[in-house]
């Protein structure tokens, strides 16, 4: 048996979600939307991190190769160096530390740094003063040098590189140097062989007799060595074993501390929580860079103590047995 079907006769009515299914919807909708904006920071944190990560990857074997070489081969490296800061401290004898600031040739003029404030206008200016060892003599003293730089990127984005046009008075635009990564690099030069006490006489440099019997001359990371001066006058083998000894003259162990970003706050320069450490191995004697054969003192940087150096493996004395120069 069929049965007619019912059939309203009002208005036949469209089916659709109700205001309470819509509000339902959009609250979770709302709620992912929340937690999505809440990852997207954080994402964006690693990305940048990573970022910064992978250029100071590229930027440490750079300098290291840069410091092997005394400077030679890269004359673009004063486009991105901003300052470098030297602290010169006495360890061992009387008088207060002193500071030496220079800045790059681009670097706000605006932006104080110590005296004297020398500008480096060449990239052996720049590396004979990284090169500069973290422990030295001079007249029977031994100084502590820590040499920081503030560096803008080799490396990274493209409008953050740096070409001077070669026209005279020439200045990159504030952009170029603010898309740029600043990070401080902290540069200590220390030999890789120390000398042992020596027990011969020391001639005619009586400033030295306290200094023999306190650090024997191979305390403070063998800074007598590294001090060229110093080094003529000794006679003996034992103490001319820096000139006899490949190893003990030649051989020097480079430690790179990378601090990122920097950024400055007022006068004030504040580094992030970024590091990292490059260590290398250099062959070379440090030479002085400044000196003239009629004066033996004019070895020091105008306006400061500092005695800048360079690496130089060119007449290096490989022969273990030959008598000293």
Same mark, same amino acid.
């Given at each position: 048996?069929?049965?007619?079907?019912?059939?309203?006769?009002?208005?036949?009515?469209?089916?659709?979600?109700?205001?309470?299914?819509?509000?339902?919807?959009?609250?979770?909708?709302?709620?992912?939307?929340?937690?999505?904006?809440?990852?997207?920071?954080?994402?964006?944190?690693?990305?940048?991190?990573?970022?910064?990560?992978?250029?100071?990857?590229?930027?440490?074997?750079?300098?290291?190769?840069?410091?092997?070489?005394?400077?030679?081969?890269?004359?673009?490296?004063?486009?991105?160096?901003?300052?470098?800061?030297?602290?010169?401290?006495?360890?061992?004898?009387?008088?207060?530390?002193?500071?030496?600031?220079?800045?790059?040739?681009?670097?706000?003029?605006?932006?104080?740094?110590?005296?004297?404030?020398?500008?480096?206008?060449?990239?052996?200016?720049?590396?004979?003063?990284?090169?500069?060892?973290?422990?030295?003599?001079?007249?029977?003293?031994?100084?502590?040098?820590?040499?920081?730089?503030?560096?803008?990127?080799?490396?990274?984005?493209?409008?953050?590189?740096?070409?001077?046009?070669?026209?005279?008075?020439?200045?990159?635009?504030?952009?170029?140097?603010?898309?740029? +990564? #600043?990070?401080?690099?902290?540069? !200590?030069?220390?030999?890789?062989?120390? /000398?042992? &006490?020596? *027990?011969?006489?020391?001639?005619?440099?009586?400033?030295?007799?306290?200094?023999?019997?306190?650090?024997?001359?191979?305390?403070?990371?063998?800074?007598?060595?590294?001090?060229?001066?110093?080094?003529?006058?000794?006679?003996?083998?034992?103490?001319?074993?820096?000139?006899?000894?490949?190893?003990?003259?030649?051989?020097?162990?480079?430690?790179?501390?990378?601090?990122?970003?920097?950024?400055?706050?007022?006068?004030?320069?504040?580094?992030?929580?970024?590091?990292?450490?490059?260590?290398?191995?250099?062959?070379?004697?440090?030479?002085?860079?400044?000196?003239?054969?009629?004066?033996?003192?004019?070895?020091?940087?105008?306006?400061?103590? +500092? #005695?800048?150096?360079?690496?130089? !493996?060119?007449?290096?004395?490989?022969? /273990?047995? &030959?008598? *000293?120069?």
């Amino acid at each position: 048996m069929n049965l007619p079907l019912h059939r309203s006769k009002g208005p036949r009515r469209a089916d659709g979600f109700t205001m309470v299914e819509l509000a339902m919807c959009i609250g979770i909708v709302a709620f992912a939307m929340v937690a999505i904006l809440g990852v997207l920071p954080l994402g964006l944190g690693v990305q940048r991190q990573n970022r910064e990560e992978t250029i100071v990857e590229q930027e440490g074997p750079l300098w290291v190769d840069l410091i092997r070489r005394g400077g030679i081969g890269w004359d673009e490296v004063t486009n991105y160096v901003d300052s470098v800061v030297i602290e010169h401290t006495p360890v061992n004898g009387s008088g207060a530390g002193q500071t030496f600031g220079f800045r790059g040739p681009f670097y706000p003029a605006s932006n104080p740094v110590p005296a004297p404030g020398a500008t480096l206008t060449t990239p052996r200016d720049i590396v004979t003063l990284l090169s500069i060892p973290r422990f030295e003599a001079d007249r029977g003293i031994i100084y502590s040098n820590r040499v920081t730089a503030i560096c803008r990127s080799f490396s990274g984005d493209l409008n953050s590189q740096i070409r001077p046009t070669g026209t005279a008075g020439f200045l990159p635009a504030d952009r170029q140097l603010d898309d740029a +990564l #600043r990070y401080q690099m902290q540069v !200590d030069l220390t030999p890789a062989v120390q /000398l042992p &006490s020596l *027990p011969g006489t020391l001639g005619n440099v009586q400033s030295m007799a306290a200094l023999t019997t306190g650090v024997q001359l191979g305390g403070y990371l063998d800074a007598i060595r590294l001090d060229t001066n110093l080094v003529k006058v000794l006679t003996s083998p034992e103490e001319r074993r820096s000139s006899r000894d490949a190893l003990a003259g030649t051989v020097y162990n480079l430690r790179l501390t990378f601090r990122w970003p920097v950024f400055r706050v007022g006068n004030d320069i504040s580094v992030g929580p970024g590091q990292r450490v490059f260590s290398a191995q250099i062959v070379g004697k440090p030479r002085f860079a400044i000196q003239v054969p009629s004066n033996p003192e004019a070895v020091f940087r105008p306006g400061t103590s +500092l #005695r800048p150096r360079r690496f130089d !493996d060119s007449g290096l004395n490989r022969n /273990l047995t &030959s008598s *000293p120069p």
